[in-house]
């Protein structure tokens, strides 16, 4: 089952009734001392080919540690979507020493699959081209993402073409972070997706499950059971096609968490216990590649 949902629209409806923009308010009591951001940073020529970087407070010039990197890819159903919708993210992932990058990607209506892979491709290029200059470290860059941004960045860890255009490899990537993505969400029911993914013939190109062989980077797929958006059952089914296929994955379940709590619980203000944040943490924290 996938159902269309925009961005954070439903998380920020529940969240208050005041006639401010509900995420200004969530992003206006998160932190800003945890980090230092560089905001719009172009990785191409287009508009929406900008990218925002948080940078760990702790991180000075006189402090010459390099610091793995997190590329973040927001959700919204491939049509929607804003990088400075999730300051909450890049502060809680800033807040445990990483570098984040959240770049903006074209969606549809502007680009349809799979055109849509190609900004998320360049903006890793980009990232692995540059994030020195901000003390990252170049062989430890994570690709994360929630909703169709979990699609994205798991896409491009199985499916090496969308890499391949930019002259990158899978062993590019210390590790795939997928936060309630859709891997196995086939028939379409919605026009709307329909339009995006193409004729019936095609679409099983859409689906990252079809493209598992095993040789995948360490990958953290993390699933709520309350999820009435995007099934668990694609979180399952992937999962156990890479187990089969020898490959690296771990699954977390979290008990009643929905699909929004996926990405809403990394905020501060909403974090409770830290649970997702401390698994996403621990992933990034104990695994390590040279590449």
């Not at 990088?83 to 992932?93: P, S, T």
């Not at 993402?145 to 990158?168: D, T, W």
């Not at 086939?186 to 995006?196: C, G, Q, V």
């Not at 979290?254 to 409770?272: C, N, Q, S, T």
Request: hydrophobic content about 40%.
């Amino acid at each position: 089952m996938l159902k269309p949902i925009k961005s954070m629209l439903g998380f920020v409806l529940l969240m208050t009734t005041s006639a401010c923009s509900p995420i200004k308010l969530l992003n206006a009591v998160v932190p800003e001392s945890t980090y230092q951001l560089h905001s719009a940073v172009a990785y191409g020529d287009l508009p929406r080919q900008k990218l925002d970087i948080y940078i760990p407070s702790q991180i000075s010039p006189a402090n010459s540690t390099t610091r793995k990197v997190v590329i973040f890819f927001y959700g919204g159903s491939w049509d929607s979507g804003n990088r400075g919708d999730y300051k909450f993210v890049g502060e809680a992932l800033a807040s445990q020493g990483f570098i984040v990058v959240i770049p903006d990607y074209r969606v549809y209506p502007e680009v349809l699959f799979p055109a849509f892979m190609a900004d998320p491709a360049l903006a890793a290029r980009w990232v692995k081209d540059n994030i020195q200059q901000y003390q990252g470290d170049t062989q430890q860059v994570f690709l994360a993402g929630h909703s169709a941004g979990a699609h994205i960045a798991v896409m491009l860890g199985v499916n090496a073409e969308y890499l391949a255009k930019q002259f990158l490899k899978l062993s590019d990537f210390a590790g795939i972070i997928g936060l309630a993505g859709p891997y196995d969400f086939l028939p379409l029911k919605s026009e709307r997706l329909k339009t995006i993914f193409g004729p019936s013939s095609e679409q099983w190109r859409s689906q990252p499950i079809n493209f598992v062989d095993g040789k995948n980077p360490p990958m953290l797929l993390a699933v709520g059971t309350k999820d009435d958006t995007v099934w668990p059952r694609n979180t399952y089914n992937m999962a156990e096609k890479i187990k089969k296929n020898n490959g690296l994955v771990k699954v977390v379940t979290f008990e009643g968490y929905g699909h929004i709590d996926m990405a809403a619980k990394l905020a501060k203000p909403l974090r409770g216990d830290g649970e997702l944040l401390k698994a996403v943490t621990d992933f990034i924290k104990h695994t390590n590649t040279t590449n």
